[in-house]
Nanobody, 125 residues
Framework: QVHLVESGGGLVQTGGSLRLSCAAS????????VAWFRQAPGKEREVVTC????????TYADSAKGRFTISRDNARNTVYLQMNSLKPEDTAVYYC??????????????????WGQGTQTTVSS
């Protein structure tokens, strides 16, 4: 079993920054890709970014490129999401999820087997 806990969300003004954390249990956490998703009210859950088990490979949605950075510290079993230049359209609940695959992420939320409870990020205009 893997247990994921997100933290770091909050209320921030446009242009501000937040760093989200995803702390995981489980000794094999470092073997898997991990993704950050977000879900805004009335919208589908969408993938924001993904990182490989080693941390060397990352991918970003177009909305996140140049503003968000994903990283991980496998010694601490934690994945981070640094969010800069935040916009009101970034307002959402952010979730981390462990990919069911050891060699890739997926954009399909239903394929992920372990999720955190989510952390609310609100960007005011």
């Amino acid at each position: 079993q893997v247990h994921l806990v997100e933290s770091g969300g909050g209320l921030v003004q446009t242009g501000g920054s937040l760093r989200l954390s995803c702390a995981a249990s489980g000794r094999t956490f470092s073997n898997y890709f991990v993704a950050w998703f977000r879900q805004a009210p009335g919208k589908e859950r969408e993938v924001v970014t993904c990182i490989s088990g080693s941390g060397t490979n990352t991918t970003y949605a177009d909305s996140a490129k140049g503003r968000f950075t994903i990283s991980r510290d496998n010694a601490r079993n934690t994945v981070y999401l640094q969010m800069n230049s935040l916009k009101p359209e970034d307002t959402a609940v952010y979730y981390c999820a462990r990919s069911p695959y050891r060699n890739r992420c997926s954009t399909r939320a239903y394929e992920y087997d372990y999720w955190g409870q989510g952390t609310q990020t609100t960007v005011s205009s």
